[in-house]
T-cell receptor
Framework: KNEVEQSPQNLTAQEGEFITINCSYS?????LHWLQQHPGGGIVSLFM???GKKKHGRLIATINIQEKHSSLHITASHPRDSAVYIC??????????FGAGTILRVKS | GAGVSQTPSNKVTEKGKYVELRCDPI?????LYWYRQSLGQGPEFLIY????????DSGLPNDRFFAVRPEGSVSTLKIQRTERGDSAVYLC???????????????FGPGTRLLVL
């Protein structure tokens, strides 16, 4: 079993829909990251969380430390949100352990 | 300012050859990370540098893989006797502190796509 599991693996949505991507982890962590990867490989850090909730524009990330679960929400989705969204956890020290990613496609 | 850069962007080599992949981190960033991403997978940690020294190399798959950062800035990932299974995107990231603190963001380069024929 992977230490970081994401669901769904693939997600197709219509423009304007509310989107949720989930991440569960099985190890103790000091922080959780949500990353966005566009075709061609470039990875951008969206959020870093250790508790609670963060919001940036149409993106919201939440984490429940007790349940070892985090969610990434996208409100009013747009085709430009199409990308791979990756959850990664920091276990202490500097090593990040990554999930396999969720491929999101938003259709206009 | 300039982000993390990696060269080459693509590398095709033959099985058994030696390759070097270069990473230029953001200026002033003390921490540098190498990851490997296979098709359809998330990135996988290889090695982490704090300054010139490798603070954690537990992700290097075997002794064919080696990385250096002699002056605490540019890093080179070296792969000897390449195998077809080494084909992947090799990603580099840097961060400003490298303390593993909660407030630290890693900035990723565009990656080097390595194909071993």
């Amino acid at each position: 079993k992977n230490e970081v599991e994401q669901s769904p693996q693939n997600l197709t949505a219509q423009e304007g829909e509310f989107i949720t991507i989930n991440c569960s982890y099985s190890v103790g962590i000091s922080a959780l990251h949500w990353l966005q990867q566009h075709p061609g490989g470039g990875i951008v850090s969206l959020f870093m969380l250790s508790s609670g909730k963060k919001k940036h524009g149409r993106l919201i990330a939440t984490i429940n430390i007790q349940e070892k679960h985090s969610s990434l929400h996208i409100t009013a989705s747009h085709p430009r949100d199409s990308a791979v969204y990756i959850c990664a956890v920091r276990q202490g020290g500097n090593k990040l352990v990554f999930g396999a990613g969720t491929i999101l496609r938003v259709k206009s | 300012g300039a982000g993390v850069s990696q060269t080459p962007s693509n590398k095709v080599t033959e099985k058994g050859k030696y390759v070097e992949l270069r990473c230029d981190p953001i200026s002033g960033h003390t921490a540098l990370y190498w990851y490997r991403q296979s098709l359809g997978q998330g990135p996988e940690f290889l090695i982490y540098f704090q300054g010139t020294g490798a603070a954690d190399d537990s992700g290097l798959p075997n002794d064919r893989f080696f990385a250096v950062r002699p002056e605490g800035s540019v890093s080179t990932l070296k792969i000897q006797r390449t195998e077809r299974g080494d084909s992947a995107v090799y990603l580099c990231a840097s961060s400003s502190l490298g303390t593993g603190g909660r407030g630290e963001t890693q900035y990723f380069g565009p990656g080097t796509r390595l194909l071993v024929l």
